[in-house]
């Protein structure tokens, strides 16, 4: 977890995996803010919410496991997405990283891919960025290493 030292907040998109997961994650002292994935069990289910939704700095965030993505959200998502109105909205659930600009619903959707061993991604993933003025800055993929091993992490700033 060194590559999160220098956040001051973690998202996790669903996934989990277990408590000892969501526990590692409050023990950095950070906020965490997270949602359930289909995969969670009962426990992580109790402990943290299906849907988030939150202002940083002037930027209004919503976040689900399962959302699709521009073109090809799932079912119900739009109909979300259209009430809550977020400028940004997150959601893991395919594994596959994408960061794309809904010019449809005006937002930027955010999907990390995969920091987990579990699954049937290649690569492990994350995105890091600030928020500065309202503002997205210094996006960065993170590459984790291949999934299944515990190698280092690697940055691609974007």
């Known amino acids: 977890m060194s590559m999160l030292t220098d956040c001051d907040e973690i998202w996790h998109a669903g996934d989990i995996g277990g408590l000892p997961v969501l526990d590692r994650l409050i023990k950095t002292k950070k906020t965490i803010r997270a949602v359930y994935g289909n995969i969670d069990d009962a426990k992580i289910r109790i402990a943290v919410p299906g849907e988030l939704e939150w202002v940083l700095d002037g930027k209004k965030f919503l976040m689900t496991h399962i959302g699709g993505y ?70 960065a993929v993170v590459e984790l290493g291949k999934r299944g091993s515990d190698h280092g992490a690697m940055t691609k700033e974007h």
């Open 70 to 139: 521009p073109g090809h959200y799932a079912k119900g998502i739009k109909d979300l997405l259209r009430k809550h109105q977020p400028d940004v909205f997150i959601c893991g659930h395919s594994h596959i990283l994408k960061v794309i600009f809904d010019k449809e619903l005006n937002l930027l959707h955010l999907n990390p891919g995969a920091c987990g061993k579990e699954g049937f991604h290649q690569v492990r993933t994350m995105l890091k960025f600030s928020i500065q003025d309202g503002v997205l800055k210094d996006m």
